[in-house]
Structure formats: structure tokens, C-alpha cells
């Protein structure tokens, strides 16, 4: 593994809950890696899980998606599908030998600018273990 490997990373994050969350850290000035590559989307449910693996194909080194609380979405289930949307993409990347820790899903609200800085934080350092993705090299 590399060094100086600094992982690229792709978050998909709700407009309502998670995005806020994220704008909270940044204007609270709280310090997480500038690894994350930020996509607002309207509800973690409107992820398809073919965003997820073409990023990964791409050779992003993992892909965050974030979405409001149980019980909390705007949209009211949106929430509950991706979790079990991200439950099979883990469960199909482990089959065809990818690490399914490249794809995280957490729940983060507008007030959790803390939690979305521990989160990428986390995952930044969880992909650095990992090393670059194995898909990267296909993509050079």
C-alpha cells in the first residue's frame, strides 16, 4: 500500500437531513479529510445502486451515502429502501470480490455536523487501510 494514498471519495447526501449536516460542519469549521466529493440528492432513496457501482467502476475508492433518521425522511421511506439497497450492493460486491466496506450508508440529520465529520473521517481512514480500489487500475 501506498504511503501518501489519499482516497477519492463519492457522497451521496439528502438534501434535507445529511447535506445540512455536512454545511454545519463546514460552517462550524470542523475538521474532516477534503477526500469527499459531495452530491446533493433530494432523498437517499432517489440513489440508485447503479450510481453506486458505476462510481466504483470509475474507480472512486468508496461512495458514502447519507440520509435522514428513521422516521424522519421527507419522503417517507426513502430512508428504509436505501438501507436495504445498500444491504445488497455490499452483499453483491463481496461476490465479485470487492471489499463491501467501499460502500457506507449512515443516517445523518441537519444537526449532526459533528456525526457527518467523525463519519468521513472513519471512512476516509477505513479506505486508507484498504489501499486504492482494485478497480482503479482498470481505469488507467
Not at 451521496?12 to 469549521?29: I, P, Q
Not at 477534503?34 to 457501482?53: E, Y
Not at 463481496?94 to 463519519?119: M, W
Amino acid at each position: 500500500m501506498m504511503e501518501d494514498f489519499e482516497p477519492t471519495v463519492v457522497a451521496f447526501l439528502c438534501n434535507w437531513c445529511s447535506y445540512a449536516g455536512a454545511d454545519l460542519a463546514g460552517t462550524s469549521r470542523l475538521k474532516y479529510p477534503s477526500n469527499i466529493r459531495s452530491i446533493r440528492v433530494m432523498c437517499s432513496g432517489r440513489v440508485d445502486p447503479i450510481f453506486i457501482l458505476d462510481a466504483l467502476k470509475e474507480g472512486i475508492d468508496g461512495v458514502l451515502v447519507a440520509g435522514c433518521h428513521p422516521g424522519d425522511c421527507h419522503y417517507q421511506s426513502g430512508n428504509y429502501k436505501t438501507n436495504r439497497k445498500i444491504k445488497l450492493i455490499k452483499r453483491l460486491l463481496s461476490e465479485l470480490n470487492i471489499e463491501p466496506d467501499r460502500v457506507r450508508f449512515e443516517y445523518i440529520s441537519a444537526s449532526e455536523g459533528q456525526k457527518f465529520a467523525t463519519v468521513v473521517t472513519e471512512f476516509v481512514g477505513r479506505l486508507k487501510e484498504m489501499g486504492p480500489s482494485p478497480l482503479k487500475e482498470a481505469c488507467e
